[in-house]
């Protein structure tokens, strides 16, 4: 679990900070920084400081845990990710961008972030015994940074921004695979990738809903469909989701459990639904929809379904009882779709609280 703590934050944040400055610098090109492209609007603001603040949980958590192998660098990261929780806290429309104004307090709190995260994979990097000369070197290329980045009067900010967090992160990550390697407490576990298959669906899903309001279509497929980028993005997202879901269940659902034929059929069936909504967006009025929408209806009826075999299965145990738990939400939210006057309008709603329960007694029964 140390593993997804790690590489969480390192991927997860980067990869947003990748899409703000796309999505920023689409309508001006003048943005110079990161946390400029992240205030552009206020959605935007508001999904930058929520990756922010889960990706300081994950260091504070990493860092926790950590304590007995790292010493005072698990305490110097903790240090960082308060920092950085508050400067993302602190940024706003009224933000002062202009260079190294450390009067400002968003700008403050996140050079100072900058110094504790660069300090912390330093003292990481050496506690692993990292080669000197890749310290030397990541040291050095921060500084080349640095100097080209005043020398260009900090036009391109965003790019050694983007430069310094990437080296650092490829720094982390190699200072961990010295300090835990392969299957010590940093390897990911295979039932640590439904936890990574959801991590990217909601990064997926921040992205849609950044673009398009939640709740302005009748479901989450047309939130997605409405725009290009957002059906490409949500699409790349589900079809990586469904990759990692179906080591999940290959590799750790059904050895631990060792399903008969047709519950295996079904978990096969459930994957290939999700690719097939993956790869195929809801065009409403075109083939497309049509294959989307008969795609996800016979989906619907696979998670209460599968739910419900694992309860028959591992009857008298805690697992069944979540599992029928989890099948008798699923079927009482389908009654209430098409017994409720109105509820069409809020399927979105249904949709998320669907999955979400799917998600977590799939993800129960795997840890007991």
Known sequence: ???????????????????????????????????ESASASPKLLRTHQIVHLLG??????F??????????????????????????????AKTDHSSLNLHDRHQFFAWAMAAGYMLFCVLFATYSHVYIGW??????????????????????????QMAFFILTSLMMGFAAYQTYPVNMHLAILPRDY????????????????????????????????????????????????????????TQWLIPQYDYPILMRAVLFLTCACSAILALIPHHKGRWQGMIHAATAYVMAGLLPFTLLLHAIYTRGTIGSGIAFAGAATEVLLILILYSVKGMYEK??????????????????????
């Open 1 to 35: 679990m140390r593993g997804i703590l790690l590489l969480l934050p390192l991927v997860g944040v980067n990869v947003w900070h990748v899409l703000v400055i796309c999505m920023a610098r689409q309508k001006s090109d003048k943005l110079a920084s990161i946390s």
């Open 56 to 61: 300081a949980l994950c260091f504070i958590a």
């Open 63 to 92: 860092a926790l845990v950590s304590f007995d192998v790292l010493g005072a660098a698990s305490a110097l990261l903790i240090v960082a990710a308060v920092l950085d929780v508050l400067q993302a806290a602190l940024l706003s």
């Open 135 to 160: 310290i030397v070197g990541y040291t050095a290329l921060l500084l080349v940074i640095s100097a080209w980045n005043y020398m260009q009067k900090f036009k391109h900010f965003w790019a050694a």
């Open 194 to 249: 439904l936890f990574l298959g959801a991590a990217v669906m909601v990064s997926a899903l921040g992205y849609v809903f950044s673009r398009e309001r939640f709740g302005s279509h009748c479901s989450i497929s047309l939130h997605a469909s409405a725009r290009r980028s957002t059906t490409w993005i949500f699409g790349v997202g589900l079809l990586i989701a469904t990759g990692l879901l179906g080591v999940y269940f």
């Open 347 to 368: 399927f979105y709603l249904l949709q998320s609280m669907f999955f979400i329960s799917y998600l977590t007694c799939i993800g129960i029964i795997g840890y007991l």
